[in-house]
């Protein structure tokens, strides 16, 4: 499987503040995603990076909040915009490529609003 | 719509004891993937398996087993034997299955914590 890193792995922001994560690939991917995983609750699927177009966004998420970028087959960010504390979560990356129909995900980023 | 529910939100066993997370899935479709994925302490979730809708022949891997019943619609884990290192949060998701080709978007069950004990 595809190696993935995040940066930050961690941060602690001030509200109101933005803060942009990165997605790396070691290899060409077709599909990414981001994902928010809330203190103690589960995973819930932000949006679908699309290489090249604008990102498919969930119900309850939208693109002024969270901004995404993917400009190739091998990274993507995503922006926490004009944070507040409910923001704190775990925001982790997942990509998928043809054919292996499983995903893989990256090792998250902790954030912490204060 | 997809759901996915995880009934044991909390499980404690003393090492070397048997333990069975249950996972109860409701779609749909009739082509979908099942996965088991864990998520230690550190964070990072891992995959552990995925099943596909039409193979449901259980499947071992070490001290892991998984049981998938169509019928009931559940994708059972069993660990075996457990070790203080299988101590982590387990999620069941779904995702459906197009064609062929995964669809990609998965939904995720609450999530079990296991916890065992030296």
């Known amino acids: 499987s595809a190696v993935i890193s995040q940066k930050p792995s961690r941060d602690i922001c001030q509200r109101g503040t933005s803060l942009t994560i990165q997605c790396q690939v070691d290899s060409q991917v077709t599909m990414m995603f981001w994902y928010r995983q809330q203190p103690g609750q589960s995973l819930t699927l932000i949006a679908t990076a699309n290489q090249g177009s604008e990102a498919t966004y969930e119900s309850g998420f939208v693109i002024d909040k969270f901004p995404i970028s993917r400009p190739n087959l091998t990274f993507s960010t995503l922006t926490v915009s004009n944070m507040s504390p409910e923001d704190s979560s775990i925001y982790l990356c997942s990509v998928e490529d043809t054919g292996q129909e499983t995903q893989y995900f990256g090792p998250g980023t902790r954030l912490l609003v204060l | 719509a997809q759901k996915v529910t995880q009934a044991q939100t909390e499980i404690s066993v003393v090492e070397k004891e048997d333990v069975t997370l249950d996972c109860v899935y409701e779609t749909r479709d009739t082509t979908y993937y099942l996965f088991w994925y864990k998520q230690p302490p550190s964070g990072e979730l891992v995959f552990l398996i995925r099943?596909?809708?039409?193979?449901?022949q259980n499947e071992i891997s070490g001290r892991y087993s998984w049981n998938f019943q169509k019928s009931t619609s559940s994708f059972n884990f069993t660990i075996t034997a457990s070790q203080v290192v299988d101590s982590a949060v387990y999620f069941c998701?779904?995702?459906?299955?197009?064609?062929?080709?995964?669809?990609?978007?998965?939904?995720f069950g609450q999530g079990t914590i296991l916890t065992v004990h030296p």
């Open positions: 099943r596909n809708s039409f193979d449901e």
């Open positions: 998701a779904l995702t459906y299955n197009a064609g062929g080709t995964s669809y990609g978007k998965l939904t």
